[in-house]
């Protein structure tokens, strides 16, 4: 038997202890490192990207390299897009992935935050048909308030939950790479670094540009980008512990002189020059031995979303120039293998039911009308499609401001929390409008518009509008619109107008006269909205009518001083089309019938219908567009010289003057076919188009005006502007009647 000596049995034990002290001082985020080289500790290697708008698209260029020479990754800072794609990187979105998705992104689909147009409310899309433009302007206590950013950021953070894999709340260090991301505080101007939370929202607040975002609020504090104060944050990469950094600065550049032309050109550049200053301070922080990458991006600009797969290239070949400085920080392709397959593990989606659905902090809005516009309900899976369409619907409601959600676990149950912010600057509204007409031969006619809505006047959604137009046609018209149940399904509104119009009257192609035609109505309806799909109306209508004869031969006069009219009316209206302006898919349609009664003192006994439809079809850019209308009298009584069919205009039955064809009953029928020339990002873009059209306006009101079947089609090209819809056009008729069309705005 061998004997074991005291002394080397502690000098044993006092190296196992030493061993066991020494693997207990390696940090746990250090394992990887030391892995990686086979027992000596690498360098902790952080990335840090840029914010810079649409040219942050560079950085997955730059993420491909550093995947190609196996550059580990130990933690990521950004700010606004530069952590959009940190993040998704961060939560094991691979390359190949973020490729695809940018693929997919444009300014439409970042910043056009409606829901589709077929889902919103009656009453939104009813305003569509007006000729309102620019933004809404709020007006309290003898204020004007204006929303704090031309988007709200509903649709980007619909974007960002796709970026991103892991979903709820988080605490950044515990995703498959340690992730920070910065804002700015609008309120003390400081930086804000997040190490917890939504990311979709802390993506969201990091990318909030002043004036084009509204800034959003997380844990009390105001948060816009962080491009204010640490546009690119190595301060915190080096606070999350980075041996060596690798930033990429995709730079937000410095206009030209010739661009400053414009208050936004002077406004962004601006900001431009704030940000480019932080960078400066940034890069003074760097190490010999840290890594700049700065993509040479050209004219790409920080708002070209629509060009992201062009801009990405750009930064693989940024990354390749310093290559041979990312060769010296490759591990070996097992270990780099390994440590991605890691990084790549994404936390499952909670699809969970919700035994709950709760909005929080509502003053003025029903929860019960909110939720009744969504889709997802208690007790069922959550589906993230669904769920994200439904915070666009609740945005489209026009009562929010901004709208998100979050899931919380209460004892017993699991809790859908809607954070749906209501307008700051409402319950209050104002609009405004502007239409133009001219047939560029002398006839020129205009219509200024003002509104004024206040909403939520109760519990159930009662709403007091009131329209004041001068022009053409002046007019004031006042509603008070009553919903009688919470959903909004049913509803009364007693109503008054006042109207003065021009009217023409023609015989052939010549005008003979025109009128001022005064009305001072008053009336009540019931009606049912049928959800998105359509509304319903059924009331009564009295009041005054009151024709003058402004320029013609007296023996055109009305013989009249006022006609007294009292009518029952009905209705229907129909809309499921994608844009009232430039429809490319969808179909409308509406009834109207007007009994005028000598029972509710009517002087003529008649009754009036009209009848229309469209349906909408589209290939590619290409669209036709199918339309009917007719009209007529129900019963032996004749129409009433001064509620006969007036027809005749653009794009119904073209080549006649606005309103040269009057008659007892119409029949009217189009083929409509345009091609989207130019695709708008906001805007709908720029459309050529003809029209066919063949119509029929019998019992003429007028001796030796048209007869017959008219045939006439139309040549026309129509945009989307900022201040409506612009259409230029000429149309011809087969008896030779021939127009010119010039419109801004709704069409007369």
Known sequence: MKTIHCGTVIAVSGLVLAAFLLAAAIPAEADESVRATGGAKRPKICLVLSGGGARGAAHVGVLKVLEEYRVPIDCIAGNSMGALVGAAYATGTSVAEMDKIIAGISTELLFKEQPPRQELSMRRKQDDYNIFFGPEIGYNDGKLGLPKGAVSGVQLETVLRELSKAKGFHYFDDLPIPFRAVATDLVTGKVVVFSEGELANVMRASMSVPVAVAPVEISGKLLVDGMLTQNLPVETGLAMGADIIIAVNVGTPLLKREELNSVLGVSGQMLSILTEQNVQTSLAL???????????????????????????????????????????????????????????????????????????????????????????????????????????????????????????????????????????????????????????????????????????????????????????????????????????????????????????????????????VTSILGGIDLGSQFTRYGELRVGMVGGVLSPELDTGPQSLSPGVDHITQGAFRTRLFLDQLDSAHFPRSGWSGGLNVFNANSLIGADRDYTKWDVDGTIIRSFGPHTFNFSAKAGGRIGADPLPRYDQFQWGGFLQQSGYATGQLAGEDLKFARVMYYHRIFQGSLLEGVYGGLSLEVGQVGAPLVPGSPEGVLESGCIFFGADSPIGPVYIGYGRSMDNNSSVYLYLGKPF
């Open 286 to 516: 760097l190490k010999p031995t840290d890594i700049l990458i700065s993509p040479e991006l050209g004219d790409f600009s920080t708002g070209d979303f629509d060009n992201l797969p062009q801009i990405s290239p750009l930064g693989e070949a940024a990354a390749r120039k310093v290559a041979e400085r990312l060769a010296q920080l490759s591990i070996p392709a097992e270990e780099y293998a390994a440590l991605r397959h890691r990084q790549m593990v994404a936390s499952a989606p909670d699809l969970r039911p919700v035994e709950e659905i709760r909005f929080e902090n509502l003053e003025r809005v029903n929860p019960i009308a909110a939720q009744a516009v969504m889709e997802t309900q208690t007790g069922e899976p959550i589906d993230q499609q669904i769920l994200d369409r439904d915070m666009r619907r609740i945005y489209g409601t026009d009562n929010f401001e901004h709208v998100n959600y979050r899931f919380l676990e209460e004892p017993g149950k699991r809790v859908l929390a809607v954070d749906a912010v209501e307008k700051s600057w409402g319950p209050n509204y104002l609009r405004f409008g502007l239409g133009l007409s001219s047939d560029l031969q002398g006839d020129a006619y205009f219509n200024l518009l003002a509104s004024h809505r206040r909403t939520w006047l109760n519990s159930l959604g009662g709403e007091w509008r009131n329209d004041l137009q001068i022009g053409r046609t002046s007019s004031f018209m006042s509603e008070f619109y009553q919903p009688l149940d919470d959903r909004g399904l049913f509803f009364i509104a007693p109503h008054a107008s006042y109207e003065r119009r021009a009217t023409d009257l023609y015989q052939g192609s010549h005008r003979i006269a025109s009128y001022d």
